[in-house]
């Protein structure tokens, strides 16, 4: 079954553009590279690249940066944009070496992986010893609301959303700008365990908050996004 990646790849990239979409460019570009930025890396890996947007912001300053993504036409457009190398790939079956990457980053692609668990046994052994984990991810409690819907807003300009099933883990539809997309639900318990049975030791989290654009007041009062940097032990 499709996972709605290869239907929504053209209106995804009309959505991101040079900037990304709110998420991105108001409130994890920033953290995002700095983290990278302060780790340094010479060789990054960039799990679940997309269209190549943040592959490209990176690539100036790191000599290797190389991005993988499972659909075709993303990666057709990530080459054609080039500014670093792609791949088609999938992240349970990384194409390269043990130890060949300092960094690997996932920039809110966990949600889309269907097998967690082999996806980070895979970025261990890609890893160098101390290399870094880097990941941008839904706070669960969005992804366990999403299966009802998005966020009813209220006459006082207030929202809801529903949230349920918060401990199992199970897929949903996401839509929204002629998108329509599966992503995951996974309790934050279960990201925790999977990066440490795979061999991982936090050594970073934030919730940042969102500066500049429409929608930064009303995202500050109920954020949505989180930031994990993980070590390769």
Known sequence: MSDGWDVSAKAWIASQGADGDFSRK??????????VHAASP??????GCGEGRFSRKLAPHIDRVVGIDP???????????GGAEYQIASAENLPFANQSFDMTVSYLSLIDIPDIPTALQECHRVLRSGGRLLVANLNPWTTASQAHGYPEMKPDGTTTLIMDRYLDCFPSWAEWSGIRIQNWHRPLSFYMQAMLSAGFQLVH??????IGGARSETYNRAPYLHLMEWQRL
């Open 26 to 35: 108001h409130v994890l570009d920033a953290p995002m590279l700095a983290r």
């Open 42 to 47: 010479n060789a990054l890996l960039d799990l």
């Open 71 to 81: 659909t075709e036409a993303l990666i057709a457009q990530a080459n054609a944009q």
């Open 205 to 210: 989290f934030d919730e940042p908050r969102a």
